[in-house]
C-alpha cells in the first residue's frame, strides 16, 4: 500500500467515527423549521386581515397580544440557549393561531393567558418545539375555554351586521343557534337566523355565500372559508401539508353529516346539510391548519389517514351529541394523545432487518 492511500485511509476514518444513526423517520429535506414557519404565517395572512377588517380593533390588539405573549414567554423560557428559538417562528405562529381561536370582543387578558400556557406548559414542559405531545395552539385556547366561558362566547357582529344597529351579542355563533335550537334548522341556511341581542331577538340573515367569504359572527380567523381554502392551497403548492388528514378529516364528517346528521331535525337519513357544516364553525381552521401540523400528527400518510379519520368522527360526534357546538379543538386533541399509538401501529419495516426479510419471503 502506498504513503499517498494510507493517508487517505486515514483521512477518512474520523468521518466514518462521526456519524450518527437516530431513530425513524430518517428522511432527508431541506425544510428548514423557520422556512416552514413562515410559509404557515404568510398563509395565514389573508384570513387575519379580514378578520380585522370585520371585526375592527378589538380583533387586532387579540392578534397583536396573542403573538407579543407567545414570543415573550418564549424568549423568557430560552434565556441563555444557543441558538435561541425565538427566531425559528414557532412561537410567533402559536400566538397568531391563538388569537385567530379568539372572539373579537374577548378581554384582552384571556389570549395572553393561553399564548402564555401555550408555550410554558404544552410546549416547554415537555422539552420544547419537536418535543410536544399536542397543539400547543389549540391546547391554549381549550384551556382558556373552560376557564372563561362565559368570555370565550361573547360574540362581535361583522360590520356588515353592525350596520342594522346591533355591536355585539351574547348569545352563539350560526353553528350555536343551530345547537341551541335557536334555529329552525331546515337543511338549508336561509335565514332569518335569530340572534339574542341586548335588545331582545333581531332577524339577521345568513346564506351559504356569507359563511364561505367570512360575513358571520365567529373567532377571528375562522370565519372566511375562501381565505383559509386559499391560504391552504399555498401550503400545498410548497409541500408544508399533504392531502391525507384534510382528505380523511373531511370525508368522513362530511360523510357522517350527510347519514346521520338531518335525524336531530326529523329530517330522515341522508338529509344533512353537508356544506353548512363544512363552512360553519373553526373546521376549516382546524383541519387545514392545526390537525396537520408535523410535530403532533403521524408521521406515515397509513397513519395521517388513520387521523383523520379518528379526528373526523370524534368531530361529529362533539358538535351533533356534545355539551358545545363545535368539536374541532378537542376532536384533535384527543387524536393527538393517539398519535403514540399509531405511529407503532402503521410503523414502517426497516430495510435489511429480519422482519423485512421474513415478510419478503412470506410473500
Partial sequence: MSTTETAEKTAQKPAAQNLIVSSSPQIHDRSKTTRIMIDVIIALIPAAVWGVYIFGIPALLTLVLSIVSAVGVEWLLTLGTKPSTVTDGSAFLTGLLIGFNMPPSVPLYIPIVASAFAIAVVKWSFGGLGSNWMNPALAGRVFVFFSWTGAMTRWKLPMAWSAQGVDSVTGPTV???????????????????????????MPLDVSYADLFFGRVPGCIGEVSALLLIIGAAYLFLRKVITWEIPLTYFGSFALLVWVFGGTRFGLGLFSGDVLFHLLSGGLMLGVLFMATDMVTSPLTPKGMIIFGLGAGFLTFMIRFFGSFPEGVSLAIIVMNVFVPMINRAVKPVRFGTLEQKGKEAAS
Fill in 175 to 201: 353553528l350555536g343557534a343551530v345547537q341551541s335550537g335557536l334555529f329552525d334548522f331546515s337543511g338549508t341556511v336561509s335565514g332569518p337566523l335569530e340572534f339574542i341581542s341586548r335588545d331582545g331577538l
